[in-house]
């Protein structure tokens, strides 16, 4: 790695970086970002008491410790496997180089799994927890522009990928149904939803609706078995109206499964119909 580039001495900032973590804690360099400027920085990622950090520092904004994975004997052991580069086509050229251009270039080794189309920015929910909330929420793209997303993922990505329509709340949208026909009929092997599902419990035909059109999945944001976490995750109590959209999939024999990721004691949970 050279100097240039960053307005400062890199190996030299690397050789003091090294001195302040411990060479037998140590894992690996990388480079990361000032949370404030977002100049690039070298960053040491290291362990300590079994857990892992990274370590950077700004000539402005001082040093900062973050912590990245609860397990170090673990994460080493990741970091062994040998994941295949996937070709794909560039979307951008490689100018200043990782993470300032960031945008798909050619340094990009991986093919995209799982593409997300953002279809709003507005949601019938103002979650505490939310980034997308705010004031300036911009105008939704329409459907000529969704149409020229999902080509430009055909084109760079190819067409056997499976599509995550997302938000914002995407059923805040009246014309949700036609994104997702477009989708299908433009040829991706599957379009998925990712909803909160109030509006899917409010309807009991909206369902079908969206299966007729072309659906293939939904991701449904379900919160918990008890009111306590939809209360710390949404602001109210949400319970009823969470269980809604789950009970009309029942009766119309939809299947269901369920993934669960459980906080500090209390159950959030997430349910793929
Ligand atoms: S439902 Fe999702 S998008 Fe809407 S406010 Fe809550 S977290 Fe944000
Ligand atoms: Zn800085």
Redesign the pocket.
Known sequence: MSSSGFGYKFDAHINSLQMSVPSVDLLRQTKSVCPYCLKTLPAAIYQKNGKVYMHKRCPQHGEFDIYLWPDAARYISYGQLDFPAVPRKAQTRINQGCPQDCGLCPAHKRGITLPEIEVTWR?N???P??F??DDQVPEDPTIPEIIRMYESIQKHDGYDLPIQIT???PTVRRDLDEIIGWGRRLGFCAVELNT?GLVIGKDRDYLKRLKDSGLTNIYL?FDGLDEKSTIAL?GRNLLAEKHQPLKIAGRRGYRSCSRWLSLKGSMIMNWAI
């Open positions: 949601c929910l103002a979650c927890v939310c997308m909330f938000g914002g709340e909160n944001q949404r």
